[in-house]
T-cell receptor, first 112, second 113 residues
Framework: NAGVIQTPRHKVTGKGQEATLWCEPI?????VFWYRQTIVQGLEFLTY????????DSGMPKERFSAQMPNQSHSTLKIQSTQPQDSAVYLC??????????FGPGTRLTVL | GDSVTQKQGQVTLSEDDFLFINCTYS??????LLWYVQYPGQGPQLLLK?????NKGISRGFEATYDKGTTSFHLQKASVQESDSAVYFC????????????FGSGTRLQVYA
């Protein structure tokens, strides 16, 4: 079991560029979550899929952020027109039951 | 909405000391409470889960106990090791939307040999 895989591990973008982050959940897990981690805000929930369907995106900034899960083996988080305040570690987690969530190593996004 | 408060920002101990980290929570329903540990460069790892049914969880020498009366749950370990140095987060499962976790702000544990 490879655990949750996230790519890339590090991404540097210029202000205004687009960033796409990838997540491969643990095989057999039906729920996928995205979180953002910063020193100031801590761990913040962004969005959640179950069986590939979007369930809750209440934590997603309404502009520029979008998430998809086109198949059961991967999910993407896309940030358009990145801004310096988007710099953070973006974490993906997967779960069988929604309670015990297993996190990937994260993608560190740096917006210059 | 749900909230979790973790007031201890940093704890410094020597090996074999006793560890106690406390969290308080606020929710309108019966929660599932979790403890995660995060090492540098890694995502949070699930350490323990506690529900209203079992009130207590034990894993890797750590014990978590839940007190509904004071809406608190704490993490303890009888004898810490240098390898336990990490950041510990308490979390509350989404009671309004199943699955969403609400995290505390984290406690950085530094253990010196």
């Amino acid at each position: 079991n490879a655990g949750v895989i996230q790519t890339p591990r590090h991404k540097v973008t210029g202000k205004g560029q687009e960033a796409t982050l990838w997540c491969e959940p643990i095989s057999g897990h039906s729920a996928v979550f995205w979180y953002r981690q910063t020193i100031v805000q801590g761990l913040e929930f962004l969005t959640y899929f179950r069986n590939q369907a979007p369930i809750d995106d209440s934590g997603m900034p309404k502009e520029r952020f979008s998430a998809q899960m086109p198949n059961q083996s991967h999910s993407t988080l896309k940030i358009q027109s990145t801004q310096p305040q988007d710099s953070a570690v973006y974490l993906c987690a997967s779960s069988l039951d929604g309670y015990e969530q297993y996190f990937g190593p994260g993608t560190r996004l740096t917006v210059l | 909405g749900d909230s979790v408060t973790q007031k201890q920002g940093q704890v410094t101990l020597s090996e074999d000391d006793f560890l106690f980290i406390n969290c308080t929570y606020s929710t309108t329903t019966y929660p599932t409470l979790l403890w995660y540990v995060q090492y540098p460069g890694q995502g949070p790892q699930l350490l323990l889960k506690v529900t209203t049914a079992n009130n207590k969880g034990i894993s890797r020498g750590f014990e978590a106990t839940y007190d509904k009366g004071t809406t608190s749950f704490h993490l303890q370990k009888a004898s810490v090791q240098e390898s336990d140095s990490a950041v510990y987060f308490c979390a509350l499962s989404g009671t309004q939307v199943v699955g969403q976790l609400t995290f505390g702000s984290g406690t950085r544990l530094q253990v010196y040999a």
